[in-house]
């Protein structure tokens, strides 16, 4: 089942802040985040496993609920290289689906001068 | 670099004309992963290996065939190609499954004319 993504589109001035979300209606096995720029191929942001975890770095970070069932990227003080369409993708629990992920619908960000 | 290849990066071909897109890897990856993008679309799961494991998705049309012959390489194989399968077409590769990143190749663009 496709994870439902929101908002579908963000327009940022450079320095603000977004936040994108992810949800499922099932507890998941794990959350990735992935940026695809126009015309080229979705790039790794990083991985959630644990509920309740919140990684990441200095400006992108995000995090997974204690349920597993929605995640949160956080795009802080964002600059012109962070347009592009975000993508959750995830894997179901249990199973062996090896990792096979389904992704949301993307959301489409745009970061202005 | 360790890194995921397709080739070609665009492909035209004719109604009904089959074609094969070809990935391979230099990760020693056990996952590899097909997926179908359509314009402002997610990326679509079409099958994926583990090793020698094929998993087809139930909704990939049976026009797709795929064939992985050794550890890196992954073959996709369309029939008889419609109208509707032009598409960007991506390989992306993953060490175990759920808990690691998938690594995507540049893709391949098809056309059908």
């Known amino acids: 089942q496709q994870p439902v993504q929101s908002p579908q589109a963000v327009i940022l001035r450079e320095g603000e802040d977004a936040v994108i979300n992810c949800s499922s209606s099932?507890?998941?096995?794990?959350v990735h985040w992935y940026r695809q720029k126009h015309g080229e191929a979705p790039v790794f942001l990083m991985i959630l496993l644990k509920g309740g975890e919140q990684k990441g770095h200095e400006k992108i970070s995000a995090s997974f609920n204690e349920k597993k069932q929605q995640s949160s990227l956080y795009l802080t003080a964002s600059q012109l290289s962070y347009s592009g369409t975000y993508f959750c993708g995830t894997a179901n629990a249990g199973g062996t689906s090896y990792g096979k992920l389904t992704f949301g619908q993307g959301t489409i960000l745009t970061v202005h001068p | 670099d360790a890194m995921v290849i397709q080739n070609p990066r665009y492909q035209v071909t004719q109604f009904g004309k089959p074609v094969t897109l070809s990935c391979s890897q230099t990760?020693?990856?056990?996952?590899m992963y097909w997926y179908q993008q359509k314009s402002s679309q997610a990326p679509k799961l079409l099958f994926h290996y583990y090793d020698k494991d094929f998993n087809n998705e139930a909704d990939t049309p049976d026009n797709f065939q795929s064939r992985r012959p050794n550890t890196s390489f992954c073959f996709l194989d369309i029939r008889s190609p419609g109208l509707g399968d032009a598409a960007m077409y991506l390989c992306?590769?993953?060490?175990?499954?759920?808990?690691?990143?998938?690594?995507f190749g540049d893709g391949t663009r098809l056309s059908i004319l």
């Open positions: 990760l020693n990856h056990n996952v």
């Open positions: 099932k507890a998941l096995y794990s």
């Open positions: 992306a590769t993953s060490r175990t499954g759920g808990s690691q990143p998938q690594h």
